[in-house]
């Protein structure tokens, strides 16, 4: 049985952490919150039409960029593609890939997507899906699709889906994974501008164990800020980089 999961954050390396969230703050509506010296998040909260999500920033020297590493960027969904791709270019991001229309899929739906860098060294894709605004997806590259969708699934739960037709994906509650066939070496996620992805889980303790008992290698638990529990899973399989895993209980 996969461990009860749901998205609770995701977790960059940046130079000057506070400055990241400040710019995430500034050009993303969210909100900044110092929790350290060492760690700064920003957060979103919760509207009538998107998710919450919180993005956390840790201090590194130097962190090497998302891509070249199997989570080669997130995805973050908006309502009008082109103006925002213009704002955040303006404010900073390189534009690695213009917006373009793709589509129809099979299923007949189009999709407008663009690609930029954040002026941290994150690769982030901007999405039209008015379905899921806000925080939308990691993408995973990997040179076996299923059967790492497959694993994800059993491990981590969500459901298998196409996302819009196109792109196999796993949907969880408040966020799709996203995977990309891919036969390039890749480097594991650990140390890279996008470090992990957590979930919130109720018993870190025990989601380890189970973990463990599959063959995965684990690290943890350990406490974290407010009270937390937190524990780590690399995942991966082949010639794939692992992605870092983070899970996360909240204080009892
Ligand atoms: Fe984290
Ligand atoms: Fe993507």
């Not at 993005?55 to 960029?65: D, E, H, I, N, V």
Request: net charge negative; charged share 20%; proline share 7%.
């Amino acid at each position: 049985m996969p461990i009860p999961t749901t998205f609770h954050h995701l977790h960059f390396n940046a130079t000057d952490p506070k400055a990241a969230a400040d710019w995430y703050a500034e050009h993303f509506g969210m909100e900044a919150i110092p929790v350290d010296d060492r760690l700064t998040a920003a957060w979103f909260p919760g509207t009538d039409d998107r998710a919450p999500c919180t993005f956390l920033w840790s201090r590194a020297q130097a962190p090497g960029p998302s891509i070249g590493t199997t989570l080669d960027h997130y995805g973050w969904s908006v309502e009008d593609l082109d103006t925002d791709t213009q704002r955040l270019e303006a404010a900073g991001c390189e534009l690695v890939g213009e917006p373009v229309t793709i589509g129809p899929s099979p299923t007949g739906d189009t999709l407008r997507i663009s690609f930029l860098i954040d002026p941290f060294g994150v690769k982030f894709e901007l999405v039209e899906d008015p379905d899921l605004l806000g925080f939308h997806h990691i993408h995973l590259l990997t040179p076996d699709t299923d059967g790492d969708r497959v694993q994800w699934i059993n491990t981590f739960g969500g459901t298998a889906a196409t996302f819009k037709g196109f792109l196999p994906g796993i949907r969880h509650e408040h966020s799709w994974v996203l995977f990309r066939e891919s036969e390039q070496s890749l480097a594991p996620t650990s140390g890279r501008t996008i470090d992990h992805y957590a979930f919130g889980v109720d018993d870190v303790a025990v989601a380890l164990t189970q973990l463990e008992d599959q063959g995965f290698s684990t690290r943890g638990p350990e406490p974290s800020s407010g009270g937390r529990t937190i524990g780590f899973v690399e995942v991966g399989t082949g010639a794939s980089g692992a992605v870092t895993v983070e899970l996360v209980q909240e204080a009892r």
